[in-house]
Nanobody, 115 residues
Framework: QVRLVESGGGLVQAGGSLRLSCAASGEIFTRDIVGWYRQAPGKKRELVARITSGESTNYADFVKGRFTMSRDKNTFYLQLNSLKPEDTAVYYC???????????WGQGTQVTVSS
């Protein structure tokens, strides 16, 4: 099945940047939806960005132009700019396949933003 491996997280100061990568193995279908989510301590997992089957990109309101999601075949990226301490979270790559109720997740990569 689909295997997702995130990388690129780390510790940065406020205002800094990181580029997260998600390497996907297995079959990714046209109708699958790929995205990035994050989960901060004590908080629910929330959507950061998502690319639909039509290759349109949706962003959460808190992104406000600071983040950019992109895709190159089976590798997904999330460019994080102008990072704030409240962006501190574990960031997860996701592939959602609605027709079979498949929901694939990576192990997550930690992003920590110091003030």
């Amino acid at each position: 099945q689909v295997r997702l491996v995130e990388s690129g997280g780390g510790l940065v100061q406020a205002g800094g940047s990181l580029r997260l990568s998600c390497a996907a193995s297995g079959e990714i279908f046209t109708r699958d939806i790929v995205g990035w989510y994050r989960q901060a301590p004590g908080k629910k997992r929330e959507l950061v960005a998502r690319i639909t089957s039509g290759e349109s990109t949706n962003y959460a309101d808190f992104v406000k132009g600071r983040f950019t999601m992109s895709r190159d075949k089976n590798t997904f990226y999330l460019q994080l700019n102008s990072l704030k301490p409240e962006d501190t979270a574990v960031y997860y790559c996701n592939v959602y396949r609605s027709w079979g109720n498949y929901d694939y997740w990576g192990q997550g990569t930690q992003v920590t933003v110091s003030s």
